[in-house]
C-alpha cells in the first residue's frame, strides 16, 4: 500500500517571503499523479496543483510549484511571496495509474501554514 | 462551478442512533468518496462509489456503510454511533474520465457523538 508522509505539522512564513512544504511517499508503481490541496480555515478543500509522474518537468500554477524528485520519491511545494490568503492547511496526496476511473486518494497528515503579516 | 453539498455542517448525535450524512453534487461526476479527517491522520476514505449502485471499502470502512441510489447522491450511514465516530466527514465528488482529474470537495461535517 502506498503512504505520504508530511513531516511538518506546521509552519509559518512571513508575508512576501516563499516557503516549502515537504513531502515524501513510498509507492512500488512507476505511473501515478501527485496533488497538493489546501484547505482554508473554515472553507472547502481545493486543489492547488498536480503532478504527473511521467513528466520530468516540475508543476507550475502561478506562485505555487512543486519540486518532484521521483527517484527520491519527495514532491513538496513552495509557495512564492506568501499572501495572507494563503494561511491554510495543506495535505499533499498520492493517486495511483492503475484504475483509470478510479480515483482513489491517498493523504499525508497534512501541513498548517501560518502567514506572519 | 462544481458544487458539493452536505446536509449539514454541525451535527450532534448520541452514542447508538443511526446517523445518516448526505451528500449532494451537481456536475454528474461518476466517483463520489466520504472521507473522515482527524487531527494528525490527515484524511482517511471511507468508502467511494463509481457508479450509482456500486461501491467500495476504502481504508476505514468498519462502522459505516454508504447507499447510492442516484447518481448525484452519496450517503454515508452509521448504522449505530460511536464516541470515536466523532470525527469531521468530508464528501467529494470527481468526474470518472479516462484522464486523471482533481477531486472537488464539500464544506464537510462536524459530527459529534456523546
Known amino acids: 500500500a502506498q503512504t505520504v508522509t508530511q513531516s511538518q505539522p506546521e509552519m509559518s512564513v512571513q508575508e512576501a517571503e516563499t516557503v516549502t512544504l515537504s513531502c515524501t511517499y513510498d509507492t512500488s508503481e512507476s505511473d501515478y499523479y501527485l496533488f497538493w490541496y489546501k484547505q482554508p480555515p473554515s472553507r472547502q478543500m481545493i486543489l492547488v496543483i498536480r503532478?504527473?509522474?511521467?513528466?520530468?518537468q516540475n508543476a507550475t500554477e502561478n506562485r505555487f510549484s512543486v519540486n518532484f524528485q521521483k527517484a527520491a520519491k519527495s514532491f513538496s511545494l513552495k509557495i512564492s511571496d506568501s499572501q495572507l490568503g494563503d494561511a491554510a492547511m495543506y495535505f499533499c496526496a498520492y493517486r495511483s495509474g492503475l484504475n483509470f476511473g478510479n480515483e482513489k486518494l491517498t493523504f499525508g497528515t497534512g501541513t498548517r501554514l501560518t502567514i506572519i503579516p | 462551478d462544481v458544487k458539493v453539498t452536505q446536509s449539514s455542517r454541525y451535527l450532534v448525535k448520541r452514542t447508538g442512533e443511526k446517523v445518516f450524512l448526505e451528500c449532494v453534487q451537481d456536475?454528474?461526476?461518476?466517483?463520489m468518496f466520504w472521507y473522515r479527517q482527524d487531527p494528525g491522520l490527515g484524511l482517511r476514505l471511507i468508502y467511494f462509489s463509481y457508479d450509482v449502485k456500486m461501491k467500495e471499502k476504502g481504508d476505514i470502512p468498519e462502522g459505516y456503510s454508504v447507499s447510492r441510489e442516484k447518481k448525484e447522491r452519496f450517503s454515508l450511514i452509521l448504522e449505530s454511533a460511536s464516541t470515536n465516530q466523532t470525527s469531521m466527514y468530508l464528501c467529494?465528488?470527481?468526474?470518472?474520465?479516462?484522464?486523471?482529474?482533481?477531486?472537488?470537495f464539500g464544506p464537510g461535517t462536524r459530527l459529534t457523538v456523546t
Open positions: 467529494a465528488s470527481s468526474p470518472g474520465t479516462a484522464a486523471p482529474s482533481e477531486q472537488y
Open positions: 503532478q504527473e509522474a511521467y513528466k520530468q
Open positions: 456536475m454528474d461526476h461518476e466517483n
